[in-house]
């Protein structure tokens, strides 16, 4: 499959068949302009939206029929399986941001996880409806979301062979937010993709040691 960083928390994935999914989307200039990556104009076959706010939830820009899920619950689009699981937006059961989805996307004998804004540690039982991972999409920027500590936290939990961090601070996101830099400053095994917006990622290749993987953002 192919990963792209389109920016903030949205990523096209595309599965080697051809099956594309837009995770996440954002609406260019939303929150007064401190959203600044550009329109996401791609084309998807489902796009999948963890929570109602606006850079998260915009898909009035994406072409082609898409299915777009929204809600928890288990599905199947061509040779795509995915697992909707209802959490939450902040540490105090979703009263200050309400509640969240993270996605389990099956496809090319691996299993991707998106977790969208999440927002606090993770109970046993949501882990185990996440079961392995191999590639996880994980916000590390605080304020709004878990901060680095707390991404780690998690990522030791779950143990993805790559993890590709997300909803952070960037020129073209003014939140006050963390950047990348206080997520990856000390740690090994970390790649930055300077110039790059994408990887390809196949199961005979999955790293041995885990990896985070530093994207560029495409728009």
Do not use: W
């Amino acid at each position: 499959m192919k990963v792209k960083f389109l920016g903030h928390a949205a990523f096209k994935v595309t599965t080697d068949k051809g099956t594309r999914i837009i995770f996440d989307p954002y609406e260019s200039g939303s929150y007064g302009g401190a959203i600044g990556y550009g329109k996401i104009t791609e084309e998807a076959d489902i796009v999948i939206t963890s929570h109602d706010h606006g850079d998260h939830n915009y898909t009035k820009d994406i072409k082609g029929n898409f299915q777009h899920i929204k809600e928890e619950g288990a599905f199947e689009v061509k040779d795509v399986k995915l697992t909707e699981i209802p959490t939450f937006h902040d540490a105090s059961g979703g009263k200050e941001r309400g509640g969240n989805l993270i996605s389990v996307l099956s496809a090319d004998g691996m299993t991707l996880a998106h977790m969208g804004d999440i927002g606090h540690d993770l109970n046993s039982a949501t882990l185990k409806k996440i079961g392995k991972v191999d590639v996880m999409l994980i916000p590390i920027g605080g304020f709004f979301t878990v901060d680095a500590d707390a991404a780690s936290k998690i990522i030791d939990a779950i143990g993805p062979k790559i993890t590709i961090p997300m909803h952070y601070k960037t020129d073209k996101c003014a939140f006050p937010i963390g950047t990348v830099d206080d997520f990856i400053k000390g740690r090994n095994n970390v790649i930055l993709k300077d110039k790059e917006s994408e990887i390809e990622i196949k199961k005979d290749t999955l790293p041995s040691a885990p990896e985070i993987v530093v994207l560029k953002c495409a728009l």
